[in-house]
C-alpha cells in the first residue's frame, strides 16, 4: 500500500519535524488484518484528522502508536522515540470508551491521570481545580465522578488527558456524546492547544469537524490509508463543479458544453475543465445564451472521501454541518 | 528512523506502580467494604464462641455416665466406699457410683431390663459381690469401665492396696514436649497464614474488574506498562491486608493478654520469636504475592463479576491443595514431600514458616525468600503479558465484550491461553 504523507511545510524553507512517523503498520487479529501497512507522517504542531467509518482501523491505529499494543509489522516513531511508553509523559489519550473510577472525586480523577504521567500528585490536584474552574465545572470540583452528568464526566476525561501539558494530544472520537455547544467548546479547546505548539491527532467519522479543524487529514478504510496529506489535497483529487444558468435554452452555444453536462432543473452542471472557464465564457457570451448565474464550487472534504475512499466506506461517514451534533 | 533518548519521558516501573498502589490503597482504605474486611475474622471467632457455648450447654444436658450398684445392702456400701477412696488417685477414671438397689438374699436383679428402663444417666449396672462382680453394659463401656470396677470390688473386698507416694521433679521442657509444641507451633504459623492469605485472595481475583468494567483499563495501558499495573494491584491489597492485620493483631493482643496468654505459653519457635515474628511478615508478604499476582491473572481474563465469582471455586480448592501439600511436610521434615513444598513456589512460604518453627538455621530462609521473589517477579511478568495480550486486542471493549459473553465455561478456559478472538477493528 503506497500514500502521500503530505506536506505540511508549504510555503516555509523548513519542514516541521515530524511528531508521528509511522511506516507500514500491519496488525492482525486472529488472521483478521485489522490495519493494513498504514504510512503516517505528523508534523509537530498540527491539527491532524484520522477518518474513515467505524471498524475502518482508528482505534487500532492509534492505539499501535501510542503503544498499548504492538505493530505485527512495521515501525513507528513518536515524539522521536520507537517505543511510545518511554515518551508517555508528552503523551496525552482520550480513548473513545470513556471511563473513569466512579468513586473519585472530579479534581481527583483529574489529578490521577496526570499523575498517571508523572504530573506529581500535589501539583495535578493544583492543576486540575484551576482547569475545571476554567471549564466550567468549578462547582463539581468535589463532586464524585458516579454524581456528574455524561457530558461533565467527559469533560473531566478530557482535562485529566490535558493536565500533564502534553506535547501530543491523540483523541479518539472526541466529539462522540457531546452535544453541538460542547462540540463548538471542543473545537475551540483544540485550536488553543495547537496554537502552543501542540500536536493533537483525532479521529472522527464526521467529516465535518476534520474539515473545519485539520490541516492534514488520513482517510482510512478497511485497514489501509488510501489518502493521507493536505485537506486542500484530498479536496482537489475531484475537481470543481461549474452550476450555470441561461435565459436561453438552446443554441450553439450548447456545443462548447463539455461531454459530462447534466441538466438539472434550470441549472447545468459539469466538471470544471482542464482548460479552465474562460474559452466557455467566450462561447456563452458570443452564441448570446444569456448568462443568469454561473459559480463554481470546489468539493467538499465529504465528496472527496467518496471518490477516495469509495461508497461503501463513507456509508457510515457523517458529512455533518458546523455545530451538528455527531 | 533515529531514536532520540528521553530521559525522564516515563515513569519508572516502581513509580507507575506507585500511583496505581496509592489509588488502590486510598480507594479501599476509605470504602464502606474495608469495614466488612476488618469485621471478616470477627464472624469465624463468633461462630466459633457460639458454637462452643451450644456445645458445652449440650455437654451439661448430658451429663456425665454413672454406674449402677444391685448387691446386698453390704457390699454396695463396701463399693461405694471404695470408689470414693480410689477417686482420690485415679480422678475421673473412676465413674461415679450410686446404689441401683439393695438386692436381698436369694433374689436376682435383671440389669438389662434396669438398663433398658433407665432414663437418667445410668450406662452400667454391676451385679454379684465384691469377690464375683457382674459387669452389664455396652461394649464401650466395658472396655472403660472393667479394670476400674475389678479395682473397686477388690478394694470393697479389703485386699487393701500399698500406695508409696511418687516424690517429683518438675523440669520446664524436654526434647519429646520441645518438639511436640514446635510442631503445633508450625502449625499454627501454616493455618494462620493460610487464612490470611485466603481472606484476600477473592479480593485480589476481583481486582481488575472495576478497571475492565469502568473502561479505564485503555487510559492505564495507554500510560503505564501493564507490569506497573500489576504490580501496583499486588502491593494496594497487601498494604490492606497489613492494616488489616495490624488491627486484628493489636485486637488479638489486647484479648489474650487480659486472658492472661503470654507467647511464653507456646514453645519457642526454632529461629526465636521475634525473627519468626519477621520471617511469618516476610513468607506472608511473599505468600500472598504469589497466590496473588496468578489470582490477579485469572481474575483479569474475566469479564465480569459473575465469571470471577465461577473463577472463585478453583481458585480457593487451589489453596487448600497448596495448604495440604504444605502441612503434610511437618511430619516429613528432610524427605522429598519437604523439599518439593519447599521448591514449589505457592507452598514454600506456607513450608518454609514451619521450618522456621521447628528448626534454627536462617540461611535456608535467606535461599527460600530469594527463591519466592523471583518467582513473583516471574508471575507478575507473564499474568501482565497475558493480560495485555487479552485486553487490548482491538476495537472498542464492546467487541470484544460481545463476543465473551456468547462463550461458556470452557470457550473462557481457552480463552486464558489462546491469543484472543475479538473482532478486528
Redesign the interface.
Known sequence: MTMATGDFSAGTDTPAPLAI?A?GLV????G???VDGVDLAIPTGAIYGILGP???????TL?ML????DPDEG?R?V????NP???????G?L??????????KAYEAVA??G????LP?KQGREKARELLENHGLGHAVERQIRQLSKGMAQTV?LL?TLVHEPKLVVLDEPFSGLDAINQGKLEVLIRGLADKGTTVIFSTHVIAHAERLCEGIAIIAG?KVPFAGRVDEARDRIPAQVRLETRRREGGWRAALPNDTRQVGNFWTFALPESGVEPLLKALIEGEAGILSLSIERAGLHDAFVAIAGEAAAKDMVAGEPGEPA | ????K?P????SLF??AY?VA??DFT?ILF?RAFIFFLLGPLFPVVVMALAGGVGAQVQQGAGVASVGLAMSAEDNRAMLKAGEALSERLGSAVPPMSELRAVAPGETFDARAALQKSEGQLAAVVTGTPASPHLTATEGSIERWQGVISMIAAQAEGQTLAYPEVATSEVASSAAARNSARINTAQGGQVLLFLLIMLLASMVLSNLV?EKG????????????MDALFLGKLFAMLAVSVVGIAVWGTTAGIVLTAGGVSLSDYAMPGVGWPMFMVLFALYFGMGYLLLGAIFLTIGSQAKTVREVQTLSMPATMLQVLVFFLSSLTITNAGGWIDWLGMAFPLSSPFVMVAHAAMDERLWPHALALGWQALCVALFVRVGASMFRKRV???????AIKGKESRRGPVGFVRGLFS???????
Open positions: 512517523d511506516r496488525k492482525r487479529f486472529d483478521t488484518t485489522a467505524n471498524g475502518a482501523g482508528k482505534t487500532t492505539r501510542l503503544g498499548i499494543i515501525e516513531m515524539l522521536g522515540a520507537s511508553q518511554d515518551v508517555a509523559r508528552f503523551i489519550y480513548p473513545e470508551e470513556r471511563g473513569l473510577y466512579p468513586a473519585m490521577f491521570m499523575a498517571l504521567r508523572g500528585l476525561q485529566g485497514g | 528512523m533515529s531514536t532520540q528521553h525522564g519521558g516515563r515513569l513509580q507507575a500511583v496509592r489509588r480507594a470504602s472495576e469502568n473502561k479505564i483499563i485503555e487510559v492505564l495501558a495507554a500510560a503505564i506498562p487490548m486486542k482491538s476495537g472498542p471493549q464492546g491469543k484472543g478472538s475479538a473482532a478486528a477493528r
